[in-house]
Every structure is written in structure tokens, then in C-alpha cells.
């Protein structure tokens, strides 16, 4: 019976590799509210991109084909959530449509290179073998005008025709934008011939009511929590955070118990840290770097000296 079940997670596993080996991944990065979904279009038909992952949408022919939006979050921590795929069941259902729709281009959009790769990861796919920033295809005047708008008015893009849009989440629904952009080579932006395609303008609930931020103190006492539930062994001695428009980089300062599984456990240590406070408070995790201060030496241990 053992031997069945293995066997069939061995095939299951082989046959996923046999799908996706097809799948040609793209990741577009950029900061939030730099216009990434507004260009979008403009990267699919430069790259003949069938599908795209979009705040936690599949989109494909401009319609919306499994996933739900995390503009309709009514927080900003379950906006990202959402845009991680954080839940298990969300993330299962995108995966279950990936692996039947046959997609051979799909492109991630993301705020950094860790977040699209983690969501590739998340929904079973390869990871992006080409990586475009938003900087590479708009100009620094684009992605200001882009800003201010996210900033003032709270608009967000969601890549598709408002019909969608207006069948899926009439709530957020705010308004439609055509944009003609070159068929030809859209980082020249020659526009003497091209295609028109819609997008949808939304306002999410979360960004009528403002952003939510945690504070360095809170999310301090959360490391410090995970580091004791992960091994109450090891003693914080000092939590440094930094913060970008990618996320959050973490520095913590321990001292540890002596041992031969030192290595491992420091690393278990990290992806603790980085899985429990993304999955709870939605925030992102750019990088967790731990310091050894001290490395304890336990009674037994001394008298072995």
C-alpha cells in the first residue's frame, strides 16, 4: 500500500515535469505603483506571452481564468497575501488550471525578483529564465506619473477589458483605459503601427481606507517570537531591520548553543523567520542574515574539556 502511494507521487511528479518543462517563464519586476500592469500588454506582444500572473489572477486572452484579484482585499497585508499565493487552496486551484491549459509563455508580475520567483514556486512552474524591470521599458517620466496616481487617486491596473473586470469585481470596478502601443519594438516606443488593447482601472477597498505599516518595534518582538517557538536555545541579542520598496531585510544577532547541527539549525532559523512572519502579517521578507555573537558552551560540554 506504502509502496503504491510512493510510487504514484513519483509519477505525479514526473508527469508535472513533463508539462511544465514546456513552460517558458518571464518575470516582471518593479516597485509597487510603477505601472507594471499597465505595461504589461505591451511585454505580451513583444514577447508573444500567452498568460499572465497578476496579483493573484491567471489572466489569459484577456479574460481572468482561475485565481482571485487582490485588489478586492479590503486590507493591504491581504492584498499581499493574496499576491503571494499564500493560501493553500487559492495557490492549488491556479496550479490545477496551469497544468490543464497547456500555456506555453506566462509572465509573474512582481515587486521583486525573490516575489515572482516564490510565487513560481508556489504554483509548481519553472522558475522565470528572463527577468524585465519595469525601468527597462518606461521612462523615469512614465513611472512618475505612475507613482502619482497610486499615490493621490489610490488607482490600481488590473490587465484586462472592463467587461471582465465589471463581471468578476463590479465592487472596485473605477474605470477603462485603451492604450495604443507598437507592435513592432516597444522599447524604440516607434508607435507608426500598433495595436489598441483595453485595461481596467479599480480602486481596491484597502486603498481607500489607507496603508497599513507595522512598526520596527512590533515586528522586532515578532523575530524575537519566532527565534524562541523555532529553539528556545538561541538568545537574540539584536534585531536590525531595513526596509525598501521590495520588502524587508532582517539582521539578527544571536547567541547560539555549541553543536554539530549549528549550520543547519541557523538556516531553519531563517526560513522560519521568513515563512511565519510573511504568512502572518502578508509583508515580505527580502533577506533574513543571521550573526553568531557567541556560541554557548553547555555544562556537559565544559567537562568534557
Request: glycine share 4%; hydrophobic share 35%; with cysteine.
Amino acid at each position: 500500500m506504502y509502496y503504491n502511494k510512493i510510487v504514484k507521487n513519483i509519477n505525479f511528479i514526473q508527469k508535472l515535469e513533463q508539462i511544465f518543462s514546456k513552460i517558458t517563464v518571464f518575470a516582471f519586476v518593479g516597485e509597487s505603483g510603477t505601472g507594471k500592469s499597465f505595461h504589461s500588454k505591451q511585454l505580451c506582444e513583444e514577447y508573444k506571452i500567452e498568460s499572465i500572473i497578476d496579483d493573484g489572477l491567471l489572466i489569459q486572452d484577456e479574460k481572468i481564468i482561475a485565481g482571485r484579484s487582490a485588489k478586492k482585499e479590503k486590507t493591504y497585508m491581504g492584498a499581499v497575501r493574496v499576491a503571494l499565493f499564500d493560501d493553500k487552496e487559492h495557490r492549488d486551484s491556479v496550479a490545477k488550471v496551469l497544468r490543464k491549459s497547456h500555456i506555453k509563455r506566462i509572465m509573474i508580475i512582481g515587486t521583486s525578483e525573490k516575489m515572482v520567483m516564490k510565487i513560481a514556486t508556489r504554483l509548481q512552474i519553472p522558475q522565470p529564465s528572463k527577468i524585465i524591470h519595469i525601468e527597462d521599458i518606461a521612462s523615469p517620466e512614465e513611472i512618475e506619473k505612475a507613482k502619482k496616481s497610486r499615490q493621490i487617486e489610490g488607482k490600481h491596473v488590473i490587465p484586462v477589458p472592463s467587461i471582465e473586470v465589471k463581471r468578476n469585481y463590479p465592487q472596485i470596478f473605477s474605470d477603462s483605459i485603451r492604450d495604443f502601443f507598437s507592435k513592432k519594438n516597444i522599447f524604440r516606443r516607434n508607435n507608426s503601427s500598433g495595436k489598441l488593447v483595453e485595461k481596467s482601472i479599480v480602486q481596491p477597498e484597502f486603498s481607500k481606507k489607507g496603508r497599513l505599516e507595522i512598526s520596527e518595534a512590533a515586528l522586532i518582538q515578532m523575530v524575537m517570537n519566532c527565534v524562541q517557538e523555532c529553539d528556545p536555545e538561541i538568545t537574540v541579542k539584536k534585531v536590525s531591520i531595513k526596509k525598501d520598496s521590495r520588502g524587508y531585510k532582517l539582521i539578527v544577532t544571536i547567541d547560539a548553543p555549541f553543536g554539530t547541527q549549528l549550520t543547519g539549525k541557523v538556516h531553519k532559523l531563517q526560513q522560519y523567520i521568513i515563512d511565519k512572519i510573511e504568512s502572518f502579517i502578508g509583508i515580505l521578507i527580502e533577506d533574513v542574515s543571521i550573526i553568531i555573537d557567541k556560541i554557548i558552551m553547555k555544562d556537559k560540554d565544559k567537562d568534557k574539556e
